[in-house]
């Protein structure tokens, strides 16, 4: 595995999740940040997905961009990460999975592979109650080709819903939505390109960010979008090609939103919005390189964000003047050579626990995964 292998689409890792009040003032102590190793040898040396359920403590693993000579697992854990039992292993490649925001049991997958040899890259979309152990097929009209592969992100559901839907990632056709779990799927006024999807917690509002870097809002559930500004002229070099928003609501103020990129550079930018993605202020941040997105936890003022080869770090304050330093989560290395960097695949801001996964490139090592449960104590704050 080399450097190009997360290029492009393989780097989205779906929406994050902010947290602070940038309207009200409260006093809360910092969290204290802890790990543990996930203790799943048979995730190492591949990317892992992770799917988890509205109450956190079941999670589904797969590792997404298995070869064809590869078998594609699928796991599942009970007890929030810390064991996990194998369900499944085939031939056929998931490619997103998620969980119903009300139902616990139920979620929708999308898979990839051969129900027969003619059927080589074969789209088939399946649905579950029983948190995973059994699927059913789904028969739809979503316009889902082999090109939606190799994303985790082409189907979100809307917050507080059982059956809603929007779709994108479905190799350039712009931006769909189903009130039906999938089964009917309605164009949109987005009918290009591929878009990353970031609802608030109440799903009253939806951003997408296109791989070309524009922005489109909806305040109708994924039917009809308009174009909003981000003016990232200031940064380094501009908004370059291949390169998404990684967009996040506040669950406790739809209001308040957090949008950063990777610039090419060290010196990393934040936009940030107090009235629910209409407008937008931007603020750089020097020596912080924020190349694979930025998680936010349910407390008040206080950030997680991966900083490049530097590991996991810890924000806090305003937007527009945050003070940093890092978590135990570091990464840095002494070998020329090699990179290191964390992501932050699933994170409940409910129940304050996610999973990160460090991937190592080196040019005399082999590439290498990494994974580690991680939880931020309980705060005070006036939430």
């Not at 602070?20 to 006093?27: G, R």
């Not at 027969?116 to 979503?142: M, R």
């Not at 970031?198 to 070309?212: H, T």
């Not at 908004?239 to 998404?244: A, Q």
Request: glycine share 8%.
């Amino acid at each position: 595995m080399n450097n190009s292998t997360f290029s492009g689409k393989v780097l989205v890792t779906g929406c994050f999740l902010l947290t602070a009040s940038l309207s009200t003032v409260a006093f809360a102590a910092t969290p204290t940040f802890s790990h543990s190793p996930l203790n799943n040898s048979k995730f190492d040396d591949h990317l892992m997905n992770f799917a988890v359920n509205n109450n956190g403590n079941t999670m589904l693993a797969f590792n997404y961009q298995a070869n064809d000579q590869e078998g594609v697992s699928l796991w599942q854990s009970v007890d929030k990460g810390a064991t996990w039992s194998l369900l499944s292993s085939s031939k056929k490649q998931w490619a997103n999975i998620k969980f119903s925001p009300k139902n616990p049991a139920q979620a929708l997958g999308l898979q990839f592979g051969p129900a027969s040899s003619s059927e080589k890259n074969t789209p088939h979309l399946y649905q579950t109650s029983d948190a995973g152990s059994h699927w059913s097929e789904i028969s739809t009209t979503c316009p889902i080709s082999k090109d939606s592969g190799g994303v985790e992100d082409v189907f979100t559901y809307i917050p507080n819903s059982d059956n809603q839907l929007v779709l994108s990632n479905l190799g350039g056709t712009g931006i769909y939505y189903s009130a039906d779990n999938g089964q009917t799927c309605h164009q949109t006024n987005i009918t290009s390109e591929d878009w990353v999807l970031s609802p608030s917690k109440d799903g009253s509002v939806i951003l997408a960010s296109s791989f070309s870097g524009k922005v489109e809002r909806s305040i109708d559930g994924g039917k009809s979008w308009t174009s909003v500004n981000l003016d990232t002229t200031k940064s380094d070099d501009g908004l370059h090609g291949n390169t998404t928003f990684s967009i996040s609501f506040s669950p406790t103020n739809t209001n308040n939103v957090l949008a950063i990129y990777d610039d090419g550079h060290h010196d990393s930018w934040l936009w940030y919005s107090l009235d629910a993605g209409k407008s937008w202020q931007s603020a750089p941040h020097k020596n912080m390189d924020f190349s694979l997105g930025v998680t936010v936890p349910n407390s008040i003022n206080y950030f997680l964000f991966t900083n490049g080869n530097k590991g996991i770090w810890q924000a806090s304050g305003d937007l527009s003047n945050l003070t940093f330093a890092p978590t135990p989560l570091g990464s840095d290395t002494s070998n020329d050579d090699a990179y290191n960097v964390w992501s932050i695949n699933n994170f409940s801001y409910e129940n304050q626990a996610g999973i990160a996964m460090l991937m190592h490139f080196s040019m005399k090592d082999s590439s290498s995964m990494k994974f580690e449960r991680f939880s931020l104590s309980k705060t005070l704050n006036n939430n």
